[in-house]
């Protein structure tokens, strides 16, 4: 019988193991990194994308097959369907592609931000629910497109101030020198290879009595040089490999050529890459993608793919940019609460760029102002100055002060710039 682990401490309720909560700073952090990356993807013609948080379990496990439930949160719902938190939304992107864009002029390409959950023991950047920025380019099968997406993942990464290593590699080079080898062991040692665990990958190929292909995937996997990959890579893989760098080069993009890289999971068929950064511990991998084939498995025709996901909690964890702090005002008031809201209202309209705030605490004059003093601003709202229609302008930092009117109070609060100028 399996143990009920409490979800109480001290008798208040805790959220489950493995999710977060985010306070407003963080989630502002969060929200400005977000923007920069949908901006840089939409940029290279890429548009927004929503598919729903659960899916029909069969989704994930068509591919990867059914050892992939024990790493998903999966349910049955109220109908008895089996359904699935999305791990991940390559399978649910195709889905969507395949039910409702395949008649579309192609290439298409889409992004997406969005959460996933895996079932996954918690640990610094590895949580049961985090956050993907991903891209597919659907509908392509040329170099072109795959130079493309690798080259926007990077610009996303340059562009937040991340300093990672970038290797491109082709898992249809392990492929071919693995071909003929019985899938359940060939999907074991790419398992091991993804790992890193190469003593249990020696191990596990001469126990299988595959000793004669050791040899040529260690060579696959330490090459340093497309120059050094065996005779059983294969030309066409070895010469896409080639061609894709060729273009890296052109977009600029700083990479390593890495043949051992192959991915976790399953769907890959072609380029393959994986992004690293340091400052991570363990889970040092940012980003992670390449070429697929999935519609024809959802019932589409055989489309060939590209994409990529970033990590966006472990680059949260890296990224040191923040958004420029805005301009607070405090629109206080003597016993002049309707005028004081009134007059917030209308600087709201006109002053979208500032965080505009009234007191809801009842508070008087002295103690708004003393609660507010970490403002930049305030405005006071006196009696007699409201019949003369006139306002005065505090500033907090300096302590300065004149009377303004409404269209003087609006100018002024436009000119002065956050920590650069004040009254
Ligand atoms: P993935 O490598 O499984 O690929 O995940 C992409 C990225 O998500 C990883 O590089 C990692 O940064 C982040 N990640 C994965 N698991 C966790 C976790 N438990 N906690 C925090 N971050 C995590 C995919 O998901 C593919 N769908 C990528 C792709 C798109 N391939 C083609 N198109």
Redesign the pocket.
Known sequence: MRQRVSHKKQGKLERPRGTRDFLPEEMEKRRHVERIMRKIAESYGYREVCTPTFEHLELFTIKSGEQIVEEIYSFKDKGGRDLALRP???APVMRMFVNECSVMPRPLRFYYFANCF?Y?RPQK???RE?W?F?V?LIGSDEPESEAEVIALASRILDELGIDYELHVGHVGILRNVLRGVEDEISSKIFRLIDKGQLDELRELMLSSGLESLYNDVEAVIQAESLEDLPESAGKENVSRLKRVCELLDVYGVKYYVDTGVV???DYYTGIVFEVYAEGLGAQK??????S?RLAHLFGGEDVPST?????F??VMEICGLKPAEKRRVAVVHANQLEEAVKLAERLRRELPECVIVTDVMGRNLRKQLSHFSDFDFAVIVGKKEVEKGLYTLKDLKSGKQEELDFEELVNRLKSTRQGTQSI
């Open positions: 991940e939304l390559t895996r996954e950047g590895r949580y985090f993907q991903g597919e991915r976790g999971l991998q940012i980003c992670g993608g390449g697929y994409g990529f996901a970033i990590g909690d472990r």
